[in-house]
């Protein structure tokens, strides 16, 4: 069988499958060249999912007579002046998507540039990769794109396509991308003259806020966190959520490599590790990080797609990464997501009464009857109200006159019940406790109620790992060694650990073969039950193997050794027990969740609680 050179239609169809996996990425590679162009707007309007028309119109540098004609052939671009493919600094560089597209479509260009003296804009159709004579055609600046009949010359392709309803999501999401990527550009798209969204152009340092907070809307100010780091080889910005503002999925973290919208592992992992102190297994943050850095060191040019990326320095850049995050959750401090607070008085709403609301019978008049489980109790010198009484006794109408009296009666406070003088701390004043569990606090706005249990476990964590980060972890030896009992495989588990465990204060050593003798705790732990404790630990081991870190593995000991030791839900606390426990939340880092990731404290303000009462 002879060789023989590919026709350029061919080499073009051939290309489309690599660039062309859909509609959206059409208009992916049409709008990044309007970017490129420097167009300050970009419209775009589809039909039929850009199965029929994918319109493309922009303000940007326009194309000159000649280059129009050279554009939609393979390999011609403007985007390489040097030829050098390690210094990429536009989009589309390889100049394979308008060839591409043009010849599996009807694609019409209309172009005038900015400076040129021609009175008129030029014209440039092809038809299935087939250019005709360039035309004159009216347009003031710019350039128009119109993208008919897509795939009609590969008509396999639109058979892998999906639902209009999808494709159009996939098309709103490389948009979505793109207006992310770069706010300082108005951006419109229309569906079948159905306006999708139209973002205006935002400029200046609040300029990526002000994008963000327009695709996001999900209370983008009081759940997002900023997120800058500035290295000599990367800089970093973007936004993060409170690691109380979390997701099922992934699908709401976006990474951009110089404004390149990326999938990247590396990331994603950085992302993962720099919360796992934070947040519970199996949930996610969202998040919007901007990565800038020289071209020269990542490879954008792996996949036509250009949605993957190679690294130079993977480590430094994870690295980056992970401090940029953990600093931002710093800056954080003890703050809770404000959905909290929403779902908080979402579920307040009574919606139960007035639909078991009955009627007195021979009657038009309605009346509510108490719960048959009342979930408050009354005073024990007063009878019970009953469920549902037609006529009251004597002694139950006496009580009642006595329980709705004119004047409240008066209770004696103890002196030391509530300190108004610490109202003004974030957390507020102590005011009680609820099932010796949740502590009540009075703020100069509002309210905050606290899981006590959560909040000390918390605090407790972050104490020890201070104490070892700054190697003053504080240790006591115990005046008789505690032997436990382990099997002879987990002893040697232990043991090849034991150095990692003398770093947070744990010593031990084998005690024969089937036991080890343990002989110093963190003084944190002074009242621990350490055979409990060696067997927490044996279990984290079991669960995490040998892949992971030994500073994770620390850290994760840790949180358990603060769950195990902390104050229990069930306990009676006082109110000056209370308002310590509130000064240290305050006094440490990451006060807001526990260290599994759960909130430690919901916050109502003065207008919501009054939402409550429909007061105004």
Same mark, same amino acid.
């Given at each position: 069988?002879?060789?023989?050179?590919?026709?350029?239609?061919?080499?073009?169809?051939?290309?489309?499958?690599?660039?062309?996996?859909?509609?959206?990425?059409?208009?992916?590679?049409?709008?990044?060249?309007?970017?490129?162009?420097?167009?300050?707007?970009?419209?775009?309007?589809?039909?039929?999912?850009?199965?029929?028309?994918?319109?493309?119109?922009?303000?940007?540098?326009?194309?000159?007579?000649?280059?129009?004609?050279?554009?939609?052939?393979?390999?011609?671009?403007?985007?390489?002046?040097?030829?050098?493919?390690?210094?990429?600094?536009?989009?589309?560089?390889?100049?394979?998507?308008?060839?591409?597209?043009?010849?599996?479509?009807?694609?019409?260009?209309?172009?005038?540039?900015?400076?040129?003296?021609?009175?008129?804009?030029?014209?440039?159709?092809?038809?299935?990769?087939?250019?005709?004579?360039?035309?004159?055609?009216?347009?003031?600046? @710019? /350039?128009?794109? +119109?993208?008919?009949?897509?795939?009609?010359?590969? $008509?396999? #392709?639109? &058979?892998? !396509?999906?639902?209009?309803?999808?494709?159009?999501?996939?098309?709103?999401?490389?948009?979505?991308?793109?207006?992310?990527?770069?706010?300082?550009?108005?951006?419109?798209?229309?569906?079948?003259?159905?306006?999708?969204?139209?973002?205006?152009?935002?400029?200046?340092?609040?300029?990526?806020?002000?994008?963000?907070?327009?695709?996001?809307?999900?209370?983008?100010?009081?759940?997002?966190?900023?997120?800058?780091?500035?290295?000599?080889?990367?800089?970093?910005?973007?936004?993060?959520?409170?690691?109380?503002?979390?997701? @099922? /999925?992934?699908? +709401?973290?976006?990474?951009?490599?110089?404004?390149? $919208?990326? #999938?990247? &592992?590396? !990331?994603?992992?950085?992302?993962?590790?720099?919360?796992?102190?934070?947040?519970?297994?199996?949930?996610?943050?969202?998040?919007?990080?901007?990565?800038?850095m020289d071209p020269a060191l990542v490879d954008v040019?792996?996949?036509?797609?250009?949605?993957?990326?190679?690294?130079?320095?993977?480590?430094?850049?994870?690295?980056?990464?992970?401090?940029?995050?953990?600093?931002?959750?710093?800056?954080?401090?003890?703050?809770?997501?404000?959905?909290?607070?929403?779902?908080?008085?979402?579920?307040?709403?009574?919606?139960?009464?007035?639909?078991?609301?009955?009627?007195?019978?021979?009657?038009?008049?309605?009346?509510?009857?108490?719960?048959?489980?009342?979930?408050?109790?009354?005073?024990?010198?007063?009878?019970?109200?009953?469920?549902?009484?037609?006529?009251?006794?004597?002694?139950?109408?006496?009580?009642?006159?006595?329980?709705?009296?004119?004047?409240?009666?008066?209770?004696?406070?103890?002196?030391?019940?509530?300190?108004?003088?610490?109202?003004?701390?974030?957390?507020?004043?102590?005011?009680?406790?609820?099932?010796?569990?949740?502590?009540?606090?009075?703020?100069?706005?509002?309210?905050?109620?606290?899981?006590?249990?959560?909040?000390?476990?918390?605090?407790?964590?972050?104490?020890?790992?201070?104490?070892?980060?700054?190697?003053?972890?504080?240790?006591?030896?115990?005046?008789?060694?505690?032997?436990?009992?382990?099997?002879?495989?987990?002893?040697?588990?232990?043991?090849?650990?034991?150095?990692?465990?003398?770093?947070?204060?744990?010593?031990?050593?084998?005690?024969?073969?089937?036991?080890?003798?343990?002989?110093?705790?963190?003084?944190?732990?002074?009242?621990?039950?350490?055979?409990?404790?060696?067997?927490?630990?044996?279990?984290?081991?079991?669960?995490?193997?040998?892949?992971?870190?030994?500073?994770?593995?620390?850290?994760?000991?840790?949180?358990?050794?603060?769950?195990?030791?902390?104050?229990?839900?069930?306990?009676?606390?006082?109110?000056?027990?209370?308002?310590?426990?509130?000064?240290?939340?305050?006094?440490?880092?990451?006060?807001?969740?526990?260290?599994h990731g759960r909130p430690t404290y919901i916050r109502?303000?003065?207008?919501?609680?009054?939402?409550?009462?429909?007061?105004?």
């Amino acid at each position: 069988m002879s060789i023989k050179i590919l026709s350029n239609t061919t080499v073009n169809r051939i290309a489309a499958g690599e660039v062309l996996e859909r509609p959206a990425s059409a208009v992916k590679e049409l709008v990044e060249n309007s970017i490129d162009a420097r167009a300050s707007k970009v419209d775009v309007i589809i039909e039929n999912a850009g199965r029929n028309l994918i319109t493309i119109i922009d303000n940007g540098l326009g194309m000159h007579k000649d280059d129009l004609s050279l554009c939609v052939e393979r390999h011609a671009t403007s985007k390489l002046p040097a030829e050098d493919i390690n210094q990429i600094e536009f989009f589309g560089f390889r100049g394979e998507a308008l060839p591409s597209i043009a010849s599996v479509s009807r694609m019409n260009i209309t172009s005038r540039q900015q400076d040129a003296q021609d009175e008129f804009a030029w014209n440039l159709e092809i038809i299935g990769g087939a250019k005709q004579e360039l035309s004159p055609a009216p347009l003031s600046l @710019g /350039t128009k794109i +119109e993208v008919r009949d897509l795939f009609f010359a590969t $008509p396999a #392709r639109l &058979k892998f !396509l999906k639902t209009e309803k999808t494709e159009i999501n996939y098309i709103k999401d490389i948009m979505t991308k793109i207006a992310m990527a770069n706010p300082e550009v108005a951006l419109s798209l229309t569906s079948d003259g159905k306006e999708l969204f139209n973002l205006k152009a935002h400029v200046g340092e609040k300029a990526l806020y002000n994008r963000l907070n327009d695709l996001v809307k999900k209370d983008f100010k009081e759940n997002f966190s900023y997120v800058e780091l500035n290295d000599h080889e990367c800089k970093i910005n973007g936004y993060i959520s409170l690691p109380t503002f979390n997701a @099922g /999925t992934s699908v +709401e973290q976006y990474f951009f490599i110089n404004k390149r $919208p990326v #999938r990247d &592992k590396l !990331l994603s992992m950085a992302v993962k590790i720099a919360y796992q102190d934070f947040i519970p297994s199996g949930r996610y943050p969202l998040v919007y990080l901007f990565l800038d850095m020289d071209p020269a060191l990542v490879d954008v040019n792996v996949h036509p797609s250009k949605l993957e990326v190679r690294f130079k320095d993977a480590a430094l850049v994870r690295s980056i990464v992970i401090s940029a995050i953990k600093q931002s959750i710093r800056n954080i401090g003890q703050k809770a997501s404000n959905h909290l607070s929403n779902a908080t008085i979402n579920s307040f709403i009574p919606n139960v009464i007035a639909q078991t609301i009955p009627r007195l019978e021979g009657s038009g008049q309605q009346y509510t009857p108490m719960p048959s489980k009342p979930s408050f109790t009354m005073p024990k010198n007063n009878a019970s109200m009953q469920s549902s009484p037609s006529v009251f006794t004597a002694e139950q109408k006496s009580d009642m006159k006595q329980i709705f009296a004119p004047t409240a009666p008066v209770m004696q406070a103890e002196p030391n019940d509530f300190d108004k003088n610490q109202i003004d701390f974030p957390l507020g004043s102590a005011c009680g406790q609820i099932h010796d569990t949740y502590i009540l606090a009075q703020t100069k706005d509002g309210m905050i109620l606290v899981d006590q249990h959560a909040a000390h476990e918390r605090i407790f964590y972050e104490r020890l790992k201070k104490q070892i980060n700054t190697k003053e972890i504080q240790t006591q030896r115990l005046f008789i060694p505690e032997i436990v009992e382990l099997p002879e495989h987990v002893i040697e588990q232990l043991m090849q650990e034991k150095q990692g465990f003398a770093k947070m204060g744990l010593y031990f050593d084998s005690f024969g073969g089937s036991a080890i003798s343990v002989s110093e705790l963190p003084a944190l732990l002074k009242c621990a039950d350490v055979k409990k404790m060696i067997l927490d630990i044996v279990d984290d081991l079991n669960e995490y193997g040998q892949q992971v870190s030994l500073e994770k593995k620390i850290n994760h000991f840790l949180a358990t050794f603060a769950c195990h030791h902390s104050i229990r839900s069930g306990r009676s606390l006082s109110i000056k027990e209370m308002n310590i426990l509130l000064r240290d939340m305050e006094a440490h880092e990451h006060t807001g969740q526990c260290n599994h990731g759960r909130p430690t404290y919901i916050r109502l303000s003065l207008k919501d609680i009054n939402k409550l009462f429909e007061r105004t």
